[in-house]
Each structure stands twice: as structure tokens, then as C-alpha cells.
């Protein structure tokens, strides 16, 4: 066997450290190569999916901003539709609603003795809202069989019924008095005392339906303290939102022993109705005069 020399021994030395470092390079690029797909998939690739998750989340939160937004928005129109629905039923309740004003029963009809001319006795009883007598009941004696019952009237234009308004919400009424059809004179339901008559101290002028009701309104004073110039002042009428202000007169062909109802309607005046099943109030008692 021959000896290398120092030649052969340089070359393959020259040819291990070449290897060597490539061996190193390969290493050294394996080894960051794999860093880098570690360092990627450790921190690029969390990051990114960070970044859409914030970005995800700030959508859904504008789009929960925008939700909730929406729905105080809705709610709110929720809320005014509800209020303007009451408003529409209570308005519609007023307008058909009747209040009873008072029952008149005949308790006789028969012809006079001396003269022949039909009389007919009238149990009056006034009552409040709930139906309960007010004042004192009377018994009138009429001529004739229509009986006449003449009111004062105050009705008021109708945007105050269709807004439900508390005061201005139904028509106003007071009953000056009964007669029959041959009759030449009212007979005052107040023994004759008109509003603005009374003396002070003399006690409430006001009719007994609207003395159960409280204090009296300005608005009713003004009505009725002067009744008769209102109705001639078209601009006073106006400025307390009344349209109509008169008199007026329900009349009937009546029955012995039948009870009449006196009814007001809020938007619209008074209107007389047989009853075929009086209450109790409306019926006579012994005590009656």
C-alpha cells in the first residue's frame, strides 16, 4: 500500500470541512427554517386570527350599538302608538258614550174634570254620573201628552273628544225645565233660578247634577254665569273651543205609568228614549209631592 501524502491528506481535509459546513449550513437552514415556520404558526398566525377576532368584535359591537338603537327607536314608537291608541279608544268611548241626565216617569194621565184637556203627572229625578239621584225629586203636572224637556246646551268642537280632553271631552248641559204641549208656560226643573240669579249666600246656583261634581270650573262659570251672551259671541265661543252653544227641546208622545230617560251623548246633545226597566230611582214612592 502506498502512503498518502501530504497532498492527498490536504485535499480530503479540504473535502471534510467543505462537507462539515455544508452540514452546518443545512443545519443552520433547517433549523431556521423550521424557527421560522414555528415563530409563524406560534405568533404570525395567532396574531392574524387576534386581529380579525378584534375586528369581528368591534363589528358585533357596533352592530349591538346599532341593535339596541333600533330597538329604544322601536320602543319609543311602541310607546307613542300605545298612548295614541288610548287616546283613539277614549275618544271613541266619548264620543258613544250617553250620560244619563235624569228619568221622568208618569205616574197618571187621565182628562181634567172641569176642563176635559188631557193632564199628565211627571215624576222628575235628577241624577249624577253613576246613576245616584241629585237634588229633589218632583212631581210636575203637565198639560197634554208630549212631554217637553228644554236644555241648555254647550258642545264643544270635536278635536277636544277625539284628544280625550279632561274638561273639554263631552258636551255640558243643564235642564231649564218641563211642560207639555198644551202648555203655555215652561215649568222650571230649578224653581225658576237661573245661574247668575243667585244672591250670595244663598248657596250653589248650580244645578244639583253639577254641584255633586266639585268646585266649578272657569270654564264652566264663563258658560253658564252669562249663557246667553256666549251663544251670540262667536269669538268668545272660539276661545273656549265650543262650536254650538243653545237651547233645545226633546219632546215625546207618552204612556201612563212609563219612564223616560234623559240622556246626553259627548258629542252631540240631549236625547229622550223610553226605559222598559227602570231603576229604582226613576220609580214612585209615597213620600213624592
Not at 85 to 112: C, E, F, H, Q, W
Request: glycine content about 8%.
Amino acid at each position: 500500500m502506498v502512503a498518502d501524502g501530504p497532498l492527498d491528506f490536504i485535499q480530503r481535509l479540504s473535502v471534510l470541512n467543505q462537507a462539515v459546513r455544508t452540514l452546518m449550513l443545512l443545519t443552520v437552514t433547517g433549523l431556521l427554517g423550521y424557527g421560522g415556520y414555528y415563530g409563524y404558526h406560534r405568533y404570525v398566525v395567532p396574531a392574524q386570527e387576534l386581529e380579525s377576532v378584534l375586528a369581528d368584535f368591534t363589528r358585533i359591537q357596533g352592530e349591538l350599538a346599532e341593535s339596541r338603537q333600533q330597538i329604544e327607536q322601536q320602543s319609543q314608537e311602541i310607546k307613542k302608538l300605545s298612548q295614541e291608541n288610548d287616546r283613539l279608544t277614549t275618544s271613541l268611548r266619548l264620543i258613544k258614550v250617553d250620560r244619563r241626565l235624569a228619568y221622568l216617569t208618569v205616574t197618571d194621565m187621565g182628562p181634567d174634570p172641569e176642563t176635559g184637556v188631557a193632564l199628565m203627572k211627571v215624576l222628575f229625578t235628577e241624577v249624577d254620573l253613576d246613576g245616584r239621584q241629585v237634588g229633589t225629586r218632583r212631581v210636575f203636572t203637565l198639560r197634554g201628552s208630549l212631554l217637553n224637556v228644554d236644555c241648555w246646551l254647550a258642545k264643544f268642537e270635536d278635536k277636544y273628544i277625539e284628544q280625550a280632553d279632561l274638561v273639554r271631552g263631552t258636551s255640558l248641559c243643564i235642564i231649564r225645565g218641563i211642560r207639555g204641549d198644551q202648555d203655555t208656560e215652561l215649568q222650571a226643573i230649578d224653581a225658576g233660578a237661573a245661574y247668575a240669579d243667585a244672591a250670595p249666600g244663598e248657596g250653589d246656583p248650580r244645578p244639583p247634577a253639577y254641584q255633586t261634581m266639585g268646585q266649578i270650573s272657569d270654564l264652566e262659570e264663563k258658560i253658564w254665569s252669562d249663557f246667553w251672551r256666549v251663544a251670540n259671541d262667536n269669538k268668545l265661543q272660539q276661545e273656549l273651543g265650543l262650536r254650538a252653544v243653545h237651547g233645545q227641546v226633546n219632546y215625546i208622545q207618552v204612556e201612563a205609568g212609563a219612564t223616560y230617560q234623559l240622556d246626553l251623548r259627548a258629542s252631540d246633545g240631549g236625547s229622550i228614549r223610553r226605559v222598559e226597566q227602570p231603576p229604582a230611582v226613576a220609580l214612585p214612592r209615597p213620600d213624592d209631592t
